[in-house]
């Protein structure tokens, strides 16, 4: 029995030592094997003087070392952050900074590219791993230096230390690892909120563990199985490929693709047996032809991070008649909500379903009371998946993660549940519809993206006076990113030179598709943006 994450390694290890556990990049790996090299990167991490609970960044594309050191940072006692490797340099920082990251694992190139990203606001961060075949001879240029040069000529942290990966896998030490129960902090999960900066969501041992044993439950998992993990491991629904493969001992196979018909090629070579994507990439996929390969190996597919739209949900099943469809509804605070049998496709294809096993979903009023059938609430999940909470942010966290009322009359205590902000409702025999989102957060291309932080980002162009940013319905993303702005200069609309700044500072999901310039931006009676007011002119503008 897995209490641990890392234990579902472990277990595996015991179980089927010699049974493919990872494939990345024409590497293979058993379980026994897996083991072997987390056990190293404990040993290392110790040896580096981590503290119990210190958080550990993982800032690589997904690769052996990436996996190894996610869960040997957890079997330290210590906490990993995995960083999405297609984020730039000011959203790194921010992560680095906002969690006071101890340790930093990453490659020789990346940390050249962060340059002066990496936070000297940030005391705790004492130590650099470098991966790849430079890293080497990037850490011994550097092993005596006593301060990296920065491009604003201020210093790296002095204790800032740089070692190769392989000198963290080779370093003995007799300290032991630190003891964690599994109600206390595995990771910490950055995913953006309706405002601000991403915030860190901080999930358990407990939680990953039980989200991984539900899923692989409905899933139906087994140890033969071979799943691809297409999604960044920083998102909480591509890191569940590996903690369900783990679970019942079956293959990982790690991919970063630039094209969907490579996912298509790599399911077909590999035998690939579940696949999991989001809405755009479902998108792309459907109307792709798919190899007999896969048609023949592909037992289930599942869908999460937006809804399906149905043409693309029919080319699908057209497609694969003979592979289970699992449409599915989650947030990062709780890992995963719902989900809707297959056989339920038919009935009600629009449909998130209901509680996946060991949760327990609600439909409440502002009142905390339960809506009646058809009765639109916002959803509320509580159990066992149900996060500890926001990093560092104590207001933020009340204000999603709060008491549900009809659990204190059952049982006389208190019991914590995330309030979702979604809009559902609840028909007369207990599927669950997804109606819409309470707050301002954007949905495209299945990340949750801040239109302030798009906003903050634009006004440090110095090409605009004002802007406002929003979500408009795209066929493929979910959403697009659109924004509204005022001129910084009478006449000139630098169309042009907003959005190369964009590519310059956000990664390619958050960089807007719509530039629409207004002599005044329209506000409420609170004085605040009115956003929904430009939302529906835009929409206008575009239907002429």
Request: aromatic content about 6%; overall charge neutral; charged content about 20%.
């Amino acid at each position: 029995m897995a209490f641990l994450v890392s234990d579902l390694i472990s277990a595996s290890a015991r179980r089927t030592p010699e049974a493919p556990a990872l494939l990345a990049r024409g590497q293979r790996i058993t379980y026994r094997e897996l083991d072997a090299a987390v056990e190293r990167c404990v040993r290392g991490l110790l040896a580096l003087g981590i503290e119990r609970q210190a958080r550990v960044a993982v800032y690589l594309p997904k690769q052996l070392e990436t996996v190894v050191a996610l869960f040997g940072a957890a079997r330290t006692g210590a906490v990993f952050v995995p960083i999405n490797p297609i984020l730039k340099p000011p959203q790194v920082e921010h992560i680095l900074r906002d969690c006071n990251v101890r340790v930093l694992i990453t490659s020789a190139e990346r940390l050249t590219m962060l340059g002066n990203g990496l936070p000297h606001q940030c005391p705790e961060l004492q130590d650099v791993v470098l991966v790849g075949n430079s890293a080497q001879a990037f850490a011994d240029n550097a092993t005596h230096k006593p301060a990296l040069a920065r491009q604003d000529n201020r210093p790296y942290p002095t204790r800032c230390a740089i070692h190769s990966w392989e000198q963290l896998l080779h370093t003995a030490t007799t300290r032991p690892a630190f003891s964690v129960m599994d109600q206390e902090m595995a990771a910490i999960l950055y995913t953006s909120g309706s405002t601000g900066k991403p915030k860190g969501v901080v999930v358990s041992h407990r939680n990953l563990v039980a989200g991984a044993e539900s899923v692989a439950l409905y899933l139906d998992n087994r140890p033969e199985d071979r799943l691809l993990a297409v999604l960044p491991l920083s998102f909480d629904y591509g890191l569940s490929q590996l903690t369900t493969a783990f679970t019942v001992g079956a293959s990982a196979v790690l991919m970063d693709h630039l094209f969907a018909r490579d996912v298509l090629a790599t399911a077909a070579s590999e035998r690939i047996t579940g696949l999991a994507a989001v809405p755009p990439l479902w998108s792309q996929l459907a109307e792709l032809p798919w190899p007999a390969e896969i048609v023949e190996s592909l037992r289930y597919v599942t869908n999460s991070g937006g809804t399906m739209p149905r043409t693309v949900l029919n080319k699908l099943r057209m497609t694969l008649p003979h592979t289970r469809v699992f449409l599915m509804y989650g947030l990062t605070e709780a890992f995963r909500a719902t989900y809707l049998p297959p056989e339920q496709l038919d009935q009600r294809p629009d449909s998130i379903g209901k509680a996946i096993p060991n949760a327990d979903v609600d439909v409440v009023r502002p009142d905390g009371t339960s809506c009646e059938p058809d009765e639109h609430g916002e959803l509320v999940q509580r159990g066992a998946l149900v996060a500890l909470g926001y990093w560092n942010a104590p207001e933020a966290t009340a204000e999603r993660f709060r008491v549900v009322p009809n659990r204190i009359r059952e049982l006389g205590v208190p019991e914590m549940a995330v309030w979702s902000g979604d809009t559902v409702r609840r028909d007369a025999e207990g599927y669950l519809y997804f109606v819409a989102r309470r707050d301002e957060q954007i949905k495209t291309s299945g990340y949750r993206v801040s239109p302030t932080e798009i906003e903050t980002v634009i006004l440090a162009s110095g090409q605009v006076g004002e802007v406002v940013a929003f979500g408009v319905p795209h066929a493929t993303l979910g959403q697009a990113i659109a924004v509204m702005a005022t001129r910084a200069q009478a006449g000139i609309t630098p169309t042009a030179q907003v959005l190369e700044y964009c590519r310059q500072q956000l990664p390619a999901y958050m960089v807007p598709a719509h530039v629409e310039w207004l002599d005044t931006l329209p506000r409420n009676a609170n004085g605040k943006y009115d956003r929904a007011s430009l939302a529906q002119e835009f929409r206008e503008r575009s239907s002429q």
